[in-house]
């Protein structure tokens, strides 16, 4: 058993953490979990300690990325371009369960730190790769981007309006889907580990990860050879072509409402929305009139009562806030609506109170606390939550190198004179 207590999920397992960008998500899970995860930066910091920054100050120690994806790791330094950096790797290596890394293939074989090297080592060693294309195949060693690996696995073909070219997803996501598998991976491989006695080399491809949220859109084309088109806010009708608004802006931004009809519960939903608009003024006599039952049945309506229909229903919205329309709309009157909830939307929401989701992490070097999102799941015995702030560079190097592997101070200031950590 490592670092961390027992009531937690994973307290036996130390996890080296090499991985930069988003796929330092997959060490921040397990060490949620409870495993011992060590992050390791280059010398003066990782370039993953990005912006924007706490209280807009520029400084690799007030990253607010690096916090959200280095929150409960203990933090070290280390040059493993160097020969006396990669002994001190393989040194830690000897003491851990796995190892996440996300260079480019072939880099560490190269430093003669890959999976073959450090099994010779440690033959039981997790070696988990996050990459975008993966270890093998013709474009493993192609340079990617979040744009383009979204692009490479379908996903960005089916974003955006129908009339305008694909658009890509506003915050960087293909590396924290690389990391979230990587940590499914490396708990799989640690599992299959403790009942054989085998390590084995995790492959986690970006691309491949970034095809899950798609999974049903490529069995319209196999099953029924429909191709799934960009809905622009909108329900997709593959029979007719017939999109259906859901989308609706108000007056401070949008709610989302299933405006549809030809069966249960969209008819009674969509009535009393109708009944709701009539009593405000706001309702034409022809949508009064409208049978939800067979005049806006998805199967056989066209697009122009489906755009009338959006329209009308936006007039509406327009003259509310998402409160009154959820409280009103979605509370009072059962309409199946739904506010699109922003950043500060979710910092204020109900249910996410109630459940004490928000937690508060201290930073003595800052004399104040800052508010972490909570746990991903909740277990019952081995409960998850935020018990440390990210490191800071070098952090651990003392608590790990000299406590741990027994370094002496003299050489801790040795190592540190020659830049090794």
């Not at 988003?22 to 060590?38: E, F, P, S, Y």
């Not at 383009?148 to 658009?167: E, F, I, K, M, Q």
């Not at 049978?291 to 056989?300: C, E, P």
Request: net charge negative; glycine share 10%.
């Amino acid at each position: 058993m490592h670092h961390q207590e027992a009531e937690s999920a994973l307290p036996p397992y130390r996890i080296l953490d090499l991985t930069e960008g988003g796929c330092r998500l997959g060490g921040r899970l397990l060490a949620d979990l409870g495993a011992d995860v060590i992050t390791i930066e280059p010398p003066g910091g990782s370039p993953s300690r990005t912006g924007p920054y706490y209280k807009n100050i520029v400084d690799p120690e007030k990253s607010l990325f690096w916090w959200a994806y280095n929150a409960n790791k203990r933090g070290i330094t280390l040059d493993i371009a160097r020969a006396e950096g990669r002994k001190l790797f393989k040194d830690l290596v000897r003491k851990a369960d796995a190892v996440l890394e996300s260079f480019a293939p072939g880099y560490l074989d190269g430093w003669k730190l890959g999976y073959a090297d450090l099994g010779r080592i440690k033959p039981d060693i997790i070696f988990t790769s996050i990459t975008p294309f993966g270890q093998h195949g013709p474009k493993a060693h192609y340079q990617a981007s979040d744009l383009t690996v979204w692009a490479s696995g379908a996903y960005l073909y089916a974003c955006g309006n129908p009339d305008r070219a694909p658009t890509w997803i506003s915050f960087p996501q293909t590396g924290l889907f690389g990391g979230a598998e990587g940590a499914i991976g490396t708990m799989t491989a640690i599992w299959h580990r403790n009942n054989t006695g085998e390590g084995q080399h995790v492959d986690v491809s970006m691309q491949e990860s970034a095809m899950s949220p798609n999974f049903n859109v490529l069995q319209m084309w196999d099953v029924g050879g429909v191709e799934f088109h960009r809905l622009g806010g909108a329900l997709y009708v593959p029979s007719t072509g017939v999109r259906q608004p859901i989308y609706f802006a108000c007056r401070d931004g949008y709610v989302m409402i299933l405006v549809q009809g030809g069966s249960e519960p969209f008819i009674s939903s969509s009535a009393r929305l109708v009944k709701w608009m009539e009593e405000e003024g706001m309702a034409p006599e022809w949508l009064v009139k409208l049978d939800w039952k067979l005049d806006y049945n998805a199967t056989t309506m066209g697009q122009p009562i489906a755009d009338r229909v959006g329209e009308a229903v936006e007039k509406f919205t327009l003259t509310r806030t998402k409160a009154e329309l959820y409280g009103e709309g979605a509370i009072n009157r059962q309409v199946l609506l739904a506010p699109v909830s922003n950043t500060r939307d979710i910092s204020e929401d109900i249910q996410l109170k109630a459940r004490n989701y928000w937690e508060k992490l201290e930073h003595p070097d800052l004399d104040d606390s800052v508010v972490y999102c909570g746990p991903f799941i909740r277990m019952s015995e081995t409960p998850l939550k935020p018990r440390r702030r990210a490191p800071r560079i070098g952090e651990h190097n003392e608590e790990i190198y000299g406590e741990e592997l027994g370094i002496s101070r003299e050489k801790l200031d040795s190592l540190k004179e020659k830049g090794i950590i």
